[in-house]
T-cell receptor
């Protein structure tokens, strides 16, 4: 069965620190997609990144980077030099042959000034 | 390009009443998804519509229903409201049903049942 685990319920760091949010997934499929979304206090889910199972290249977008490792079924998200505006709940999700998004429980990230 | 829009932003109802929530997808998107997010909890999949048809349904009672109109907008109806239906209801849209399709979300409707 498919499953997404975000073991960190809440992370609190001081501004400018680097922080990594973990995401571990389970699927029997060889073709699947992984997603990260950000949910700020306003509530709207903001799409951050999509990665397919055949592309294990790491991705960097400004202060954000993603590390995809099939060997450990992980798709971790790192924020470098965190800012207060990064405070939000971050969700990792998996989509495989069931064509439904399987969501992790989310990690609440608190960036203190 | 306008994103996914939802109305109303807030809705207050009393137990037993009916609630109707509306969603307009991104222009060109044919699939609409509904999710429930109760306070402090994760996202629970409710319904998926594509090209006017219901494609899949989450583990919710039949009093949660909806439809998709010819212009691809969608409506979620919740009958016989219960206190535990209080939640943020999020709508998302995608341009197709493929595995690679990304869902883009609206701002949500906050439903409070008193």
């Amino acid at each position: 069965a498919q499953k997404v685990t975000q073991a960190q319920t809440e992370i609190s760091v001081v501004e400018k620190e680097d922080v990594t949010l973990d995401c571990v997934y389970e699927t029997r499929d060889t073709t699947y997609y992984l997603f990260w979304y950000k949910q700020p206090p306003s509530g709207e889910l903001v799409f951050l990144i999509r990665r397919n199972s055949f592309d294990e290249q790491n991705e960097i977008s400004g202060r954000y980077s993603w590390n995809f490792q099939k060997s450990t079924s992980s798709f971790n998200f790192t924020i470098t030099a965190s800012q207060v505006v990064d405070s939000a709940v971050y969700f990792c999700a998996l989509k495989d042959s069931n064509y439904q998004l399987i969501w992790g429980a989310g990690t609440k990230l608190i960036i203190k000034p | 390009e306008a994103g996914v829009t939802q109305s109303p932003t807030h809705l207050i109802k009393t137990r037993g009443q009916q609630a109707t929530l509306r969603c307009s997808p991104i222009s060109g998107h044919t699939s609409v998804y509904w999710y429930q997010q109760a306070l402090g909890l994760g996202l629970q999949f409710l319904l998926w519509y594509d090209e006017g048809e219901e494609r899949n349904r989450g583990n919710f009672p039949p009093r949660f229903s909806g439809r998709q109109f010819p212009n691809y907008s969608s409506e979620l109806n919740v009958n016989a409201l219960e206190l535990e239906d209080s939640a943020l209801y999020l709508c998302a849209s995608s341009s197709g049903t493929g595995l690679s399709e990304t869902q883009y979300f609206g701002p949500g409707t906050r439903l409070l049942v008193l």
